[in-house]
């Protein structure tokens, strides 16, 4: 990232040299790692981590990752902070920018994370809103490098419900020239604003189709059906998005030498069978490794 660059709260704010910085130092931590060789980049410096929204991935990825990088990590829940009862987060904002070198935090609204950042004057760090997930599409576009070797060329089909995993994934594809197929329901598409952007830059498809977009796909990825917040939803979303999953007729379509990538958690024999699971689990928890190295990236890069 530039210098002047502060905060991470979607991937559509990098350049894409920026991304291509990122990618290549998560590279070069990941080699460090699994030699042995320490970088302990952040020496004494403490990120806090905000939450909301429950997790695997990105907790222990980023408390990992502050922690090998030198520094400690604060677990703080929404609902036992004073954020919880009503402390407006500007305020928030400005009480731990006192006490902390970095803010990660993984919520509901976006505009939240925004303001946080507005108002704090360290790093901020989005772990996921329902908008965007821009944390989790570099990890993605880590692990595709390492399938693929590159960028340019490539075709990615997305397969199910046009979330904050599609908008990303098409600010990535932006970012990086790939081409991108989403194929969901009709009322189900990505971000009118990210899919007017993706088609304006000559890299999107949007159909209702999962088999127009997975032809000839280099990559497939797809994500569960009924997100975190939409539980309540889960029945009706399995009738609306029955046809929406990645199976072995589907690869048949794709390139022979296809990958398949999923943020997880996976609800097998939903929007991925488990026999493709099982087929491409290599590329899949590689893909989540990746969110370590990644995340351990863009906090030397911010917070360094």
Not at 69 to 79: A, D, F, K, R
Not at 260 to 266: K, M
Not at 288 to 303: D, G, P, S
């Amino acid at each position: 990232m530039t210098k002047k660059r502060k905060d991470l709260l979607r991937l559509s704010d990098l350049e894409p040299q920026e991304v291509t910085d990122i990618l290549d130092l998560a590279d070069k931590l990941k080699k460090e790692r699994k030699q042995g060789i320490p970088h302990r980049l952040l020496e004494g410096k403490t990120l806090g981590m905000i939450f909301t929204k429950a997790s695997t991935r990105t907790r222990v990825s980023f408390e990992v990752g502050i922690y090998q990088l030198g520094g400690i990590g604060l677990y703080l829940n929404g609902g036992d902070i004073q954020l919880g009862r009503g402390e407006p987060i500007r305020d928030t904002a400005r009480v731990l920018s006192r006490y902390l070198d970095g803010i990660m935090i993984r919520t509901y609204k976006q505009r939240d994370v925004e303001e946080l950042a507005r108002y704090s004057s360290v790093p901020v760090i989005n772990g996921l809103t329902d908008y965007c997930h821009p944390c989790q599409v570099l990890a993605d576009l880590q692990t595709i490098r390492e399938y693929k070797g590159d960028f340019k060329g490539l075709k990615l089909a997305y397969i199910g419900d046009g979330n904050n995993m599609a908008n990303s994934l098409i600010a990535g594809a932006i970012k990086t020239g790939m081409k991108i197929a989403i194929a969901c329901p009709p009322n189900y598409m990505p971000d009118a604003e990210m899919v007017k952007w993706g088609k304006e830059a000559g890299v999107l498809e949007v159909t209702d189709s999962k088999w127009v977009a997975a032809k000839d796909a280099d990559v497939l990825y797809t994500d569960v059906w009924a997100s975190m917040g939409q539980e309540s939803e889960t029945a009706f979303r399995k009738e609306i998005f029955s046809g929406y999953f990645i199976d072995g007729a589907l690869m048949e379509t794709a390139k022979k030498d296809a990958i398949v990538l999923h943020c997880l958690p996976a609800h097998r024999e939903e929007e991925i069978t488990g026999e493709v699971f099982e087929k491409h689990s290599a590329e899949i928890f590689d893909e989540a490794e990746n969110r370590l190295h990644v995340q351990k990236a863009i906090m030397v890069t911010l917070m360094g």
